[in-house]
């Protein structure tokens, strides 16, 4: 089990921290990691000197096309040559741009790892944008928005997020952009991006595999131990207010065979207090085995639907909480109606303590199954830097997981579920 | 029987029943996947979908174990599970911690034989399914290769998709299900896969008190359809919504069985990148092949992927380009097909070779990091060939030639083997 005894940390003199987990049982390395630079740091409407389109961020959009541009030409590379060198040996190298921040990830033989290194490095500190490299990355990002408009799932993502936040808040737009976005984007944004926000400052590297973790350091440190930009403070995220009533909408999408449903609001982030309580009530809700009990009612008992599940988005900010499904039109009004009930039965009684017991078992006894790889080590090993938990958490984990009443859920399903004031999308025919 | 090779043992019961173990002590999980050799390849017209919709009715319970048994008892120790159906194979697995497999294995052995199929359940999973594939419809890219799939094939089976036709779907009865799942739910046409941390012994006493006393059945219906040679290109065109053109060329491949399989799976990294053998993906990107150099950085299309799939018969060999707005997909095509002369026409470089090879073996190296996934090749290679497919398959691999990718293009890309789908997007 990853932890503080095993986890070897090292912060480097500009403020990056590492960590290295050494798992020999594998041949190959995944580094992972993160830095604080992310769509919300695209200026958002209402913010001066950022002229709002139609209402929304005239750059949404940008911090990941900057991601995807960064292995367009980095250092003295061009684009076709970080890829000849990245797939000859098999390994895989992304950057994706997120709403709070940018997530990189490597994969390769342990013996290719200070390849990565390299690659890594010079894509995060020193691409170049070669104008005609971002002509094709922009081709390739309208043809994905053409393909989101007549996506039933993402065109209800789209309106939801429209309906949960308001103007101005990050949340409201797509960290895709929209094509209006795409389009208006210059070579100097992204430059200028890049130079402004990405720094070492909070930066988290990972490294788990056949690689021992003195190496690692050394290969971060070599690799980023001299990077000295500086990116400005961030402004607070802005609160997302209470849905107030029901707010419905849909989008016609003729042609479709069915519709994407989703209800929901905006609810907490992963840093609240509540929140491992809120997972496992979520879980007995609509998780657990075959999608807890809303799949229990709509799916096993009545057919209605194929899939049905609920989540908490969390993360750094107020991230939604919803109900979603991909329903057939017909069956929309029915599979709202059981979903509500069953979220105002798991406000109004409490849940039985053998069904807790069930899904507090699912909690714990997965984390073997999650940690089956570098990967998945990995993930657990960012998470736990992401959102301040401490290296410790997974020690902890069980015992957070098993203190956990009946009560407890209740309260906060009383406190976080809204049966009467929410969002409801549903995009299709 | 017991045989042993490269730390698999392979075991085959006095039923009939196979089973293939290999020790992995690096966690402490073990994953059981348990395969039938039923799929779309064993249905005809009006019971299109009928192997995947019995593999739904699996998790619907047996007398022992309840619906919600089977969801409650493996998530509570933590195990992941699903089941999956294909053109050859229906498949059903747990990842569980390694203490906990032993439920895995109660629950395989007697839902292989014990499974209800109420026919109340019956209906409920009828439109359960219905929604499944109303939302795969939603996708122009499954529309598109349907429509592809049913061009390719005049008599074999491989030509419906898995989750089979809609009226087929509305018109089965119980009867058709139950009939279906005792003909080929039997222990002679099932193979048992475990990988993890379990001692070989041990787990052989215990899969054959639970699995050996399960009484065989005659042998499964063989297919004896064979595809006619295809002498001309077929071409189809999809029209739907959205405002993104797609193109798909599906070209006759082989069987996995057969020697060409090896140099096809070469030419497809050549060609589109490594695409591995994972059940879970983990696909590399492609972007140094040779068809997103041509297609993807021209501005033509925004993706483009292939795929060989090893099959027990021959199957399709498909390439899949998304187009980019504004790029005529006339031109898409035809810059296709000017690469697929390419590498007919002159062989590959011995660098390019070496590097689709180095590739592979770097997916296969990752994808083995995972129980679950290990468990998976075991009782994946065997439905079409067996696990020492498995252990050959980077040394045939390696052994690829250049001249053997040359022949095999020529061989296999050819406009008489083709069919061409285009999906024409109308908004």
Known sequence: ?429 | MVSRSNGIVKAVLPNGLTALLKEIHTAPVASLWVWYRVGSRNEHPGITGISHWVEHMLFKGTPRYSENDLDRLVSREGGARNGMTWLDWTTYYETMPSDKIDLALEIEADRMVNALIKPSEVNKERSVIINERQGAENSPSFRLFEEVQAAAFKAHPYGHEVIGHLCDLQAMTRDDLFGFYKTYYVPNNAVVALAGDFDTREMLDKIARRFGRLKPAARAPRVTSVEPPQTGERRVIVKGEGTTCYLMLAFRSVAASHPDFFPLVALDSVLCGASGLSFTGGATTNRSSRLSRALVDSGLAADISGGVTPTIDPYLYALFATAQPGSPIDDLERALWAELERVKHQPVTQAELDKAIKQTKAQFVFGSESVTNQAFYLGFCEMFADYRWLHTYLDRLSAVTVEDVQRVANACLTQDTVTVGRYLPQG
Not at chain 1, 404 to 422: C, E, G, S, Y
Request: glycine share 10%; aromatic share 10%; proline share 6%.
């Open chain 1, 1 to 429: 089990m990853p932890c503080a005894a095993n986890i070897a940390q090292a912060e480097l003199s500009n403020g990056i921290r590492v960590f290295a987990y050494e798992n020999f049982a594998s041949p190959a390395v995944v580094v992972s990691g993160y830095l604080v630079a992310g769509a919300r740091d695209e200026a958002p409407a209402g913010v001066p000197g950022s002229a709002a389109v139609d209402g929304g961020p005239n750059r949404a959009g940008l911090a990941g096309f900057v991601a995807d541009c960064l292995t367009r030409g980095a250092g003295s590379l061009s684009y076709e040559q970080i890829f000849e060198r990245v797939e000859s040996v098999g390994a895989t190298l992304s950057v994706s741009g997120g709403m709070h921040t940018t997530g990189f990830y490597a994969r390769s033989l342990a013996e290719d790892l200070p390849l990565m290194f390299d690659l890594l490095s010079d894509v995060l500190i020193r691409p170049t944008f070669p104008a005609a490299e971002i002509e094709k990355e922009r081709g390739e990002w309208l043809t994905s928005l053409e393909e989101r408009a007549n996506s039933a799932r993402a065109m209800a993502g789209l309106a939801f997020n429209e309906l949960c936040y308001p103007e101005g808040h990050p949340y409201r737009y797509s960290i895709d952009g929209y094509p209006e976005t795409a389009r208006a984007v210059t070579r100097d944004d992204l430059a200028a991006f890049h130079q402004t926000y990405f720094a070492p400052q909070g930066m988290v590297i990972t490294v788990v595999g056949g690689v021992r973790a003195r190496d690692a350091h050394a290969l971060a440190q070599r690799a980023f131990g001299d990077w000295r930009a500086t990116r400005p403070a961030r402004q607070d995220m802005p609160p997302a207010p209470k849905i107030v009533g029901r707010h419905s909408r849909h989008i016609s999408m003729p042609g479709k065979a069915q519709s994407s449903l989703m209800l929901g609001y905006p609810g907490p982030s992963r840093h609240d207090p509540d929140w491992i309580r809120l997972a496992l009530m979520n879980s007995i809700l609509g998780q657990f085995g075959m999608y807890g009990r809303l799949g229990e009612s709509v799916r096993k008992d009545q057919g209605l639907v194929y899939y049905i599940g609920s989540r908490f988005e969390g993360g750094i900010g107020p991230g939604a909480w919803y109900i979603y499904a991909g329903v057939n039109p017909k069956w929309v009004d029915r599979v709202v109606e059981v979903s509500l009930a069953e979220v105002r039965r798991i406000r109004d009684r409490k849940v039985r303590s053998q069904e807790l017991r069930d899904n507090q078992s699912w909690f714990t006894g997965s984390l073997p199954l999650q940690m089956e790889t570098s990967e998945g080590i990995a993930n657990q090993i960012v998470s736990m830097a992401r959102y301040d938990l401490g290296l410790d958490y997974l020690l902890r984990y069980s015992e957070l997981v098993h203190s956990i009443t009946p009560a407890d859920i209740q309260a906060v399903a009383r406190k976080w579920l809204d049966p009467d004031n929410f969002v409801m999308v549903t995009a299709g025919p």
